[in-house]
């Protein structure tokens, strides 16, 4: 895989330069301090601690676009990355894609290739157990609702489909607490769900 990488400048003139919205920033858990950046129409940007930049986006990567809309780094060493993608009819990646990266590889690994939901991801977010949680929009023929799904590293699983207290509504950010609670902002308010149980708390 070819990697366009941007060195020779300090972090703050680079990010003067780059002129692309950012939508996410996480940085890589432990003694490697990386940075990883998603960003609207300017792909997923790696940030070491060497201040090298490396961009991937269609051009020189598998991934299908240059809108990342979330991402989520795993105990594992994955990080995930969630699109939400284009709204046409004839978009061969169903309006959206979940990828995962590990090892210079992304690797398509999308709930809507193997539950009842679509690949239009709104947000993802990883749980003490390295379980991806996973919010889904509608898609644009309307043929599925919004969802919330778990994979654990094996199977993926709709939860709306499972937990009737949980709504069928747009849900733009996920997060945990220490207690083992799963928050889920949404646009019919506050969803708490029990990490353990899965039971909706309010």
Known sequence: MFMMV???MSIQTT????QKRSVAIRFTPGKDNVMWISTYDGGLIRIGEDEDWTIFDPSNSNLPYH?????????DGKVWLAMRGSLKLDDTYCHG???EYYDLTFTKNSPADY?????RLTAIAIDSKNRLWA???TDACGQFEYALSVYDGV???NLTSLVTEIPKAYMPEITFDKKGFIWIGSEKGVIVVNE???DVIN
């Open 115 to 119: 539950i009842d939901v679509t690949n």
């Open 6 to 8: 941007l060195s020779g």
């Open 135 to 137: 919010a889904t929009s």
């Open 196 to 198: 353990k149980t899965l």
């Open 97 to 99: 894609a979940l990828f």
């Open 15 to 18: 990010i003067r330069n780059f």
């Open 155 to 157: 199977n993926w699983k």
């Open 67 to 75: 809108t990342i809309d979330d991402l989520c780094l795993a105990n």
